[in-house]
C-alpha cells in the first residue's frame, strides 16, 4: 500500500474513531502497562463492569478524586461485584504519577501509565479528571468530565446499574 492511499485510508477511518467512547458506543480497546509493568488490556475486562478513569499529577481535582476511586473499588470487591477500577495517568514523568499517588495515599486501583497521551487522545479527554462507565459488553454508559466530592455516589449507581 502507497503512503498515500494509507493517508487516505487513515482519513476515511476517523469518523469511526471520533464516535468511539460516546456514551452507547463500544469503548476503543487499547493495551497499557501498568505500574509493575504488566500489559493490561480493556478488551480482556469484558465480563465486568470497567470505571475507566484518567487523571495526571498536576491536577487538583484528581487528587481528591482518587481516593474516592480506591474507596469504590473496595466496596465493589468487598461485595463481591464484578467491577473493576482502572486509572491511566498521562504524566511523561512516571516519578511524579509515583509521587502523587503516595502523597495520596492511594495504593488500591490499578494504575496504568500512558506517558505519550495515546489512550488519552483515543478518548478525547474533556477536563482532567476523566472517567467513563464501561459495561461487561464493553459499551461506554456514562461519561464523566470533572470531580467534585460527592461525584462517586453518582457514579456509583451508575456502576450499580450495570453490576452483577
Not at 7 to 27: D, H, Q, S, T, W
Not at 96 to 101: G, I, T, Y
Request: proline residues 4%.
Amino acid at each position: 500500500m502507497t503512503r498515500l492511499a494509507a493517508a487516505a485510508l487513515a482519513l476515511l477511518l476517523l469518523p469511526a474513531v471520533a464516535l468511539a467512547n460516546k456514551v452507547g458506543e463500544r469503548a476503543s480497546d487499547f493495551t497499557l502497562r501498568d505500574l509493575a509493568g504488566k500489559p493490561v488490556r480493556l478488551s480482556e475486562l469484558r465480563g465486568q463492569v470497567v470505571l475507566l478513569d484518567f487523571w495526571a499529577s498536576w491536577c487538583a481535582p484528581c487528587k481528591k478524586e482518587l481516593p474516592a476511586l480506591e474507596a469504590l473499588q473496595k466496596k465493589y470487591r468487598d461485595a463481591g461485584k464484578k467491577v473493576v477500577v482502572i486509572t491511566v495517568n498521562i504524566d511523561k514523568d512516571r516519578a511524579n504519577a509515583e509521587k502523587f499517588l503516595s502523597s495520596a495515599k492511594v495504593k488500591e486501583v490499578r494504575v496504568l501509565l500512558d506517558k505519550e497521551g495515546a489512550v488519552a487522545g483515543q478518548y478525547e479527554l474533556p477536563t482532567m479528571p476523566t472517567s467513563f462507565v464501561i459495561d461487561a459488553k464493553g459499551i461506554v454508559r456514562y461519561v464523566h468530565a470533572g470531580y467534585r466530592p460527592g461525584d462517586e455516589k453518582k457514579v456509583a449507581a451508575q456502576i450499580d446499574a450495570f453490576a452483577k
